[in-house]
Structure formats: structure tokens, C-alpha cells
Nanobody, 113 residues
Framework: VQLQASGGGLVQAGESLRLSCKASGIIFRIVNMDWFRQAPGKQRELVASITSGGSLNYADNVKGRFTISRVNAENTVFLQMNSLKPEDTAVYYC????????WGQGTLVTVSS
């Protein structure tokens, strides 16, 4: 199983980024997918989740700014991040549970003020 995340970068506050995570080795359409993030010196936290049926869940501090989506035909989950803030700076990880936890390699998002 591999989760390949991409799309991070350096942006200014108020700008947008779109993260992608392509999965292989799992039956993607039946797997719930998540995005987590970990800022320096902080614990990893759940940002957004999308179930196999398309139900969505967001952390309170990203509601209204971030959107998680998936394209099962492409085995890919996305995280559209708008109105980025400096406090969104973190390494973002995609996650799947398929008999066990699987993590992508992380992609760094840096938001300057």
C-alpha cells in the first residue's frame, strides 16, 4: 500500500493550495480517507475526513476554508485549502485505514504572513 501526497508549497496568507494524495494497493472506493497535519512542536491533528460514501467531517479551525473530496476512479483524495493562515503551516499527511493505518509521506505547507 502506498499513499503519495503532493501539492504543498509556500504561499502568502489568504492564498490557496490544493493537496492531492494518490493511493495504490488498496480498494480505494471502500476506504475512508483523511488528511492530518502536524505543525512544529505540536501533535498531529485531524484536518478533514471523507468516508467511502462521501460523508465529510472537518476540524473546527478549517471549516468553511478547506474542502476534502475524492475521485474513486483516480484513487485520489484532495484537500482544497482556501484563505490560508499562518497557523495552517504544517506538514500535511493523508491517511487511510485498510486493516491497518497507512500514512502518506507528508507534504509541507508554509503560509507566510
Amino acid at each position: 500500500v502506498q499513499l503519495q501526497a503532493s501539492g504543498g508549497g509556500l504561499v502568502q496568507a489568504g492564498e490557496s493550495l490544493r493537496l492531492s494524495c494518490k493511493a495504490s494497493g488498496i480498494i480505494f472506493r471502500i476506504v475512508n480517507m483523511d488528511w492530518f497535519r502536524q505543525a512544529p512542536g505540536k501533535q498531529r491533528e485531524l484536518v478533514a475526513s471523507i468516508t467511502s460514501g462521501g460523508s465529510l467531517n472537518y476540524a473546527d479551525n478549517v471549516k468553511g476554508r478547506f474542502t476534502i473530496s475524492r475521485v474513486n476512479a483516480e484513487n485520489t483524495v484532495f484537500l482544497q485549502m482556501n484563505s490560508l493562515k499562518p497557523e495552517d503551516t504544517a506538514v500535511y499527511y493523508c491517511h487511510a485505514f485498510f486493516w491497518k493505518d497507512y500514512w502518506g509521506q507528508g507534504t509541507l505547507v508554509t503560509v507566510s504572513s
